[in-house]
């Protein structure tokens, strides 16, 4: 008797389970459609932004202070970036797939000028795209891909937990992921994201970290708060200032960071010549898609004859994309870098077709 009493016991236990979980799965749902929600009504809009980061090296005192500001213009199929960071301007164009850049940077007192154009699915940029600045998407660690949350959630090895809790009277509800191991890693990278009904359940804050089953016990960690929000109309909230550190160990909150953005308008419908750009005339341009380079025009229409891309080292796959994990740095060093990149394998191109000159 008491063996049947116990086993009718066990099965209402685990039936309430079972309907407690459906409640809590349903509950997330929802927060999450309203989190979509709450980001689509944003799709259309343009305003500007500003970043600052100090990062702290050998010396604690001496920080080094990297400052980036740009416009952005984003649609539900192209967007427009145009940055100014450590002296390089950058005009960006991603449309339904295609990637165009045109990079500029004295040296010498006399303006470089780097043309590129290729396919790209990523459509979200890692520079200073205020859709990933705002937390409206959430970065995948150790990479330079941003998705939405939903996305990130499939992405994720597994929903390791979820929690909420009251804050300022709103309620807070967080979900930890954790991620896929890349190749190479010796440690799974873990992604707490924070929703705050307050801001019509848009993310609130975000911790990527690694070594440790929570922040507070990790190796690294990297953390980004929306501090204030706007409402540019009834119920449609824009975050405004985002700030942000980084760092291992006791170096948590070492090299801290502020993001602004300001002048934000929102549903207007862009014509297309807010997404032309315009060259100096006579400038080469590196095409990927068509593994060659040529001069361009004003419009970036060929006006030479195109020449075949030298041998040069192939893209990097998705897995060794996977950067650093001090990704604080990224922003004042990945400019340059890739700037001198795009030069020497012009200066290759330009050496070849003089050696074939010769041959001649």
Request: hydrophobic share 35%; glycine share 8%; charged share 25%.
């Amino acid at each position: 008797m008491m063996r049947a009493f116990a086993i009718v016991c066990t099965i209402l236990v685990m039936i309430q389970n079972v309907e407690a979980g459906e409640v809590q799965d349903a509950e997330w749902n929802e927060i999450l459609a309203e989190h979509r929600q709450s980001r689509d009504l944003l799709q259309f809009c343009s305003c500007k932004i500003a970043l600052r980061i100090s990062v702290t090296q050998a010396d604690p005192s001496t920080p080094r202070v990297i400052q980036s500001t740009g416009e952005y213009w984003h649609s539900r199929d192209a967007l427009r970036l145009k940055t100014l960071l450590d002296g390089e301007k950058l005009d960006l164009i991603w449309e339904n797939g295609l990637e165009r850049t045109l990079r500029s940077r004295q040296i010498d007192g006399k303006n470089q000028y780097a043309a590129t154009i290729s396919g790209s699915s990523r459509r979200y940029h890692d520079r200073l795209d205020v859709f990933g600045r705002a937390l409206l998407v959430v970065n995948v660690p150790g990479t330079s891909t941003f998705l939405p949350l939903e996305d990130l959630v499939t992405e994720a090895e597994r929903v390791e937990k979820r929690w909420s809790t009251e804050q300022n009277g709103t309620k807070q509800t967080t979900i930890r992921l954790k991620m896929k191991q890349g190749n190479g890693e010796s440690e799974q990278w873990r992604v707490d994201v924070t929703l705050d009904s307050q801001i019509n359940q848009l993310i609130r804050h975000v911790s990527y970290y690694y070594g440790g089953s929570s922040p507070e016990k990790s190796m690294f960690r990297r953390d980004e708060t929306v501090e204030k929000t706007v409402e540019l109309k009834k119920g449609v909230l824009f975050p405004t200032e985002i700030s942000g550190s980084s760092g291992g160990g006791e170096q948590i909150g070492y090299n801290p960071k502020k993001t602004t953005i300001s002048d934000i308008k929102l549903d207007r419908r862009f014509s297309k010549q807010d997404f032309v750009m315009r060259y100096p005339a006579g400038i080469l341009m590196t095409d990927s898609l068509q593994g060659t380079s040529y001069k361009i025009d004003e419009t970036g229409k060929p006006i030479s004859k195109p020449v075949t891309l030298g041998e040069v080292p192939p893209p990097p796959s998705a897995e060794s994309t996977r950067r650093d994990v001090l990704m604080v740095s990224q922003e004042g060093e990945s400019s340059s870098i890739s700037f001198i990149v795009i030069l020497i394998s012009i200066g290759v191109i330009l050496v070849g077709i003089i050696l074939r000159i010769r041959n001649r």
